[in-house]
């Protein structure tokens, strides 16, 4: 089982990207001057992990941007990184 798409701010479905994911935390890591990409990997893969266990109990699951980030902004809270979810957070609301 894995998530193949993402449903996105304009309501569009678009194939899922873990690799996104990674970029932009690896951008907050950046910003702030802390991690690296391994660091960020490991960020994404949480998330992605996270996103799957609802999967699971909801075979037909497909997450939204929204749901995406604040996942990404949880699991940065409880790494070693939490100043980078405020740069995330940040970040995230000059995409959006």
């Not at 873990?18 to 990409?37: F, Q």
């Amino acid at each position: 089982m894995k998530i193949e798409h993402i449903i996105k701010r304009d309501f569009t479905t678009r194939v899922y990207d873990l690799n996104k994911i990674t970029d932009a935390v690896e951008k907050a890591m950046d910003a702030v001057g802390v991690g690296n990409k391994q660091n960020a990997e490991d960020i994404a893969l949480l998330v992605n992990q996270k996103l799957l266990e609802r999967k699971k109990i909801e075979p037909e699951y497909i997450p939204t941007i929204e749901q995406v980030q604040d996942t990404v902004e949880t699991k940065l809270m409880e790494s070693q990184f939490p100043e980078v979810a405020k740069a995330y957070i940040l970040y995230r609301n000059k995409r959006s």
